[in-house]
């Protein structure tokens, strides 16, 4: 941190590291359920399962944007490639 540079609660900069923004989502009943069942299974809540589903799209995007080509690998299987997001 530059020399006579502080954080602190009233400092507009540590202020906007904790701005948060409110989505309202509809989705149908089946989606919904997935969405439910994925944040019981890893006991985290509904907004933690949309901010790691958005962090995965955002790398799956970045490295399509690349030209990469992304694989599913299962052992003893053939690989699958996921063409489109």
């Known amino acids: 941190m530059p020399q006579g540079l502080a954080l602190n ?13 409110r989505f309202d989502v509809t989705l149908n009943e089946r989606l919904a359920q997935d969405f439910d069942s994925l944040a019981r299974t890893e006991g985290v809540n509904r907004a933690e399962i949309f901010k790691r589903a958005l962090a995965a799209y955002k790398v799956l995007k970045q490295e399509e944007n690349k030209g990469s080509q992304i694989l599913i690998r299962e052992d003893g299987q053939m690989d699958r490639r996921l063409i489109a997001l």
């Open 9 to 21: 609660r009233a400092s507009p900069i540590a202020m906007s590291a904790r701005a948060r923004t």
